[in-house]
């Protein structure tokens, strides 16, 4: 089999097009008339992936850094909210906001399964002072999707509706997350997944009410104060030292997003996804989740072989890059991810090397299981 230039399959890093990296081969100053205008360019741009009217504020930061600056500008000290903890993401959220002083309710989910919208009514019912939920759109040690949409609109319809919060740090780009027309109040991304770009950036965008909250929250902040933030973005620029390069290749990344338009590229995430897991379970391999998203995939390692070695002989035998589990699942699953510039034609060359690794470690291959994912209508 001919061997390729390496290739990362994981959920972030992720693969980075050409001229993104020829974007980022130079530099500017960042308080001149000519990059306040590539500012424009990129709030533009951000504002139609976001799917929101609302600024959509970039952090010099990973995605972490915008999940602080969510707890910490939205809400106060002793505040109530829910923590939906279904992987080493959602669990990232709650020691966030303990670290500042909210009250936490966790909400525990199974690894691998998705958050119930009548289980957080539940919670909601005993507990009418929550004035928060954190949940990820797609928890990336997992794989899973919640159900964002539902929990959104069954928001809604309470008298007093908690702020809805939501990681899309792997979620953006690759399912539907229009933020106004949902009603999600705080959303966080970063650069390294969707957004084609290396880690180093991270974004937030407020709702009209959680930037009025933004206004009375009391705990502390500095580099990440979004009101100090939000100022300067109105004069398209930052208040502290720009990230030229990595703001550079935003511009063009999302010049090539747009180009592309969100309805195609969540189709090519949805085909990506179908190949894969007819691909699998046609030889026989079993799917964590029931839940999968169409960009994160979690496999179980066949054959009591633990992931590591399936991981280690991709990358010895074909310079491929996939991810191990997490946490418990550590070398119990592997994860397979196809964000940024990869096309249909990786993926393909992905599985003809995972099939002739698997069959290397005498994996017989060929015991079709039957399997399906739980989809759910992707509306922009």
């Not at 997992?142 to 007093?160: C, D, M, N, Q, W």
């Not at 009101?227 to 090539?256: D, I």
């Not at 940024?340 to 698997?358: E, N, P, T, Y």
Request: glycine share 6%; charged share 20%.
């Amino acid at each position: 089999m001919k061997r390729r230039k390496k290739k990362l399959f994981t959920p972030g890093p992720c693969e980075i097009p050409l001229s993104v990296f020829k974007a980022m081969g130079h530099i500017e100053h960042h308080r001149t008339p000519q990059f306040k205008q590539v500012m424009q360019d990129i709030q533009n741009g951000l504002q139609y992936i976001f799917q929101t009217n609302q600024l959509v504020i970039t952090l010099c930061s990973s995605g972490t850094g915008a999940m602080e600056a969510a707890i910490v500008n939205v809400f106060k000290k002793n505040d109530k909210v829910l923590v939906v903890n279904g992987g080493k993401f959602g669990e990232r959220w709650g020691k966030i906001a303990k670290n500042y002083g909210l009250q936490v309710l966790e909400l525990s989910v199974e690894w691998g399964k998705a958050v119930q919208v009548e289980d957080i009514a539940q919670v909601l019912k005993k507990n009418q002072d929550v004035c928060g939920i954190f949940i990820q759109a797609l928890e990336t040690s997992t794989g899973v999707v919640h159900p964002i949409e539902e929990l959104a609109f069954y928001l809604k319809k309470l008298s007093r509706k908690p702020l809805l919060v939501v990681d899309a740090i792997s979620g953006l780009l690759t399912s539907a997350l229009p933020m106004d027309n949902w009603g999600l109040d705080v959303v966080v991304a970063g650069s390294q997944k969707g957004l084609c770009l290396p880690p180093g950036l991270a974004f937030i965008a407020l709702s009209s009410r959680a930037w009025e909250m933004a206004h009375v929250s009391d705990v502390p902040k500095y580099y990440f104060n979004l009101l100090v933030e939000r100022k300067c973005l109105e004069q398209h620029t930052t208040a502290f030292s720009t990230p030229v390069t990595l703001m550079l290749g935003l511009q063009e990344s999302l010049r090539l997003l747009q180009r592309q338009t969100l309805p195609r590229i969540l189709d090519q995430y949805n085909k990506m996804q179908q190949l894969v897991l007819k691909t699998l379970t046609s030889w026989g391999l079993e799917i964590f989740s029931f839940f999968s998203s169409t960009a994160v995939i979690g496999v179980r390692a066949p054959n009591h072989i633990p992931s590591q070695l399936i991981i280690k002989k991709l990358k010895d035998d074909f310079d491929i890059t996939i991810a191990n589990g997490q946490e418990e699942l550590k070398d119990k699953i592997f994860r397979l991810s196809y964000m940024g510039a990869i096309q249909m034609q990786d993926v393909r060359f992905l599985l003809s090397c995972l099939k002739k690794v698997l069959q290397d470690l005498k994996v017989p291959i060929g015991k079709k299981r039957a399997f399906q994912i739980k989809n759910r209508e992707a509306r922009l």
